[in-house]
């Protein structure tokens, strides 16, 4: 298959570049940034595109910023980000940009070639293929029963975090006392926390679960 390669380490684009030629496919094109990066993808078309994280201009996630602007423009690319570390973020800006034809590995991983070689073949057949390190820690969340609240529930879980009460809630969100007290009970009951607790005492639970969740 014809690959852009993107990464702004010299060595590891041209191991990694070395590792694909072998197997038999083409690297279209190699950049070291993600402007470059971009600019390349939409001008070759390739099968697959692999891309760094961490790269210039700034140097923080310009890679996976790139890889988002190609899937913008071009929703059908089929995309592998390279990390360094496992980053929660960077999973779910990938996977909003669309979970097919996607890959989150760790650099790691591309030490087993038959692996790597196999993972890319999926996501350029358009499937997704997430490092299991990556899938460890998204399972972790979904596990934390903050993530159960809808968004208008987490609006008031925001909201009692700063230390509004339900009247204030209500004027904030235009809406009534009662409906507040709705959303709070709901809130309480799916972050499990007992009726038998006074109201005052589920309230500062529910905003440490909160707090929790927001590190």
Same mark, same amino acid.
């Given at each position: 298959?014809?690959?852009?390669?993107?990464?702004?380490?010299?060595?590891?684009?041209?191991?990694?570049?070395?590792?694909?030629?072998?197997?038999?496919?083409?690297?279209?094109?190699?950049?070291?940034?993600?402007?470059?990066?971009?600019?390349?993808?939409?001008?070759?078309?390739?099968?697959?595109?692999?891309?760094?994280?961490?790269?210039?201009?700034?140097?923080?996630?310009?890679?996976?910023? #790139?890889? /988002?602007?190609?899937?913008?423009?071009?929703?059908?690319?089929?995309?592998? *980000?390279?990390?360094?570390?496992?980053?929660? #973020?960077?999973?779910?800006?990938?996977?909003?940009?669309?979970?097919?034809?996607?890959?989150?590995?760790?650099?790691?991983?591309?030490?087993?070639?038959?692996?790597?070689?196999?993972?890319?073949?999926?996501?350029?057949?358009?499937?997704?293929?997430?490092?299991?390190? /990556? *899938?460890?820690?998204?399972?972790?969340?979904?596990?934390?029963?903050?993530?159960?609240?809808?968004?208008?529930?987490?609006?008031?879980?925001?909201?009692?975090?700063?230390?509004?009460?339900?009247?204030?809630?209500?004027?904030?969100?235009?809406?009534?006392?009662?409906?507040?007290?709705?959303?709070?009970?709901?809130?309480?009951?799916?972050?499990?926390?007992?009726?038998?607790?006074?109201?005052?005492?589920?309230?500062?639970?529910? /905003?440490?679960?909160?707090?929790?969740?927001?590190?």
């Amino acid at each position: 298959m014809r690959i852009v390669l993107a990464d702004d380490s010299t060595l590891l684009r041209e191991g990694v570049q070395l590792i694909l030629t072998d197997a038999g496919h083409q690297v279209a094109a190699d950049v070291g940034d993600a402007p470059t990066l971009v600019e390349a993808a939409l001008r070759e078309r390739p099968d697959l595109v692999i891309t760094d994280v961490r790269m210039p201009p700034t140097g923080s996630d310009d890679g996976l910023r #790139a890889a /988002v602007e190609i899937r913008q423009a071009w929703p059908e690319a089929r995309i592998v *980000v390279l990390s360094q570390y496992v980053v929660q #973020a960077y999973a779910d800006q990938l996977l909003a940009s669309g979970a097919a034809g996607v890959g989150y590995l760790l650099k790691d991983r591309i030490g087993d070639i038959d692996e790597f070689l196999a993972a890319i073949d999926q996501v350029a057949a358009g499937g997704t293929v997430l490092d299991p390190d /990556v *899938v460890s820690q998204l399972m972790v969340r979904a596990k934390d029963p903050v993530q159960s609240l809808t968004p208008r529930e987490r609006q008031v879980l925001e909201l009692m975090a700063q230390g509004l009460s339900n009247g204030s809630i209500a004027g904030r969100l235009f809406v009534t006392g009662g409906a507040v007290e709705k959303h709070t009970q709901r809130i309480f009951a799916k972050l499990g926390l007992s009726p038998d607790d006074s109201a005052g005492h589920r309230r500062v639970l529910a /905003v440490l679960a909160y707090l929790r969740g927001s590190d």
